[in-house]
């Protein structure tokens, strides 16, 4: 009688129905973390000014939950190895009008899937950390941190050029 031994799957996901943004604006966002390390993606995603950023952030400090909580591995070793968005249900609503008509409205959704791969589990040498997508703003230009007094005297990045 053969064991056989199961390896740990080396990539956790995160997964997230039916949220209130269309597909495209979800897209735009993703498009920009897809194939970066974890740290990095938080950054990106604190700073970007879109609406749909906030679902896409908790959707990441999910997955990265679920890395600690089933594989035990850090943070630092985690990157996003697939990040997709689907289409989800049309809500049909209808809105009232002026002489008691109604306009019908189309609530768009999404369904958007975070997988997240711990480089140290990774067996297969397909995925090297100098494959990892570098931040553009590292290429040209110089971090500085800075303080904005109008939000509550939080830390931030900024870009000098």
Known sequence: MNQVLKKKKPEVYALGKHIAISADKARRIIDQ???????????ILELMPYRASYPILKL???AAANARYTMASYESNLF??????NEGKTVKKFKPQARGRSYPRKRHTCHITIVLKDISLDDSESVE???LKKPR?????????????????RRGLWDKK
């Not at 973390?33 to 950054?43: A, F, N, P």
């Open 129 to 131: 950390l100098n494959s």
């Open 33 to 43: 973390i897809r194939g970066r390390s974890y740290e990095e993606t938080l950054m």
């Open 137 to 153: 703003w590292k290429k040209n230009s110089i971090a500085m941190a800075y303080y904005d007094l109008d939000n509550n005297n």
């Open 80 to 85: 996003i190895s697939k990040a997709e968005v």
């Open 60 to 62: 990441v400090y999910s």
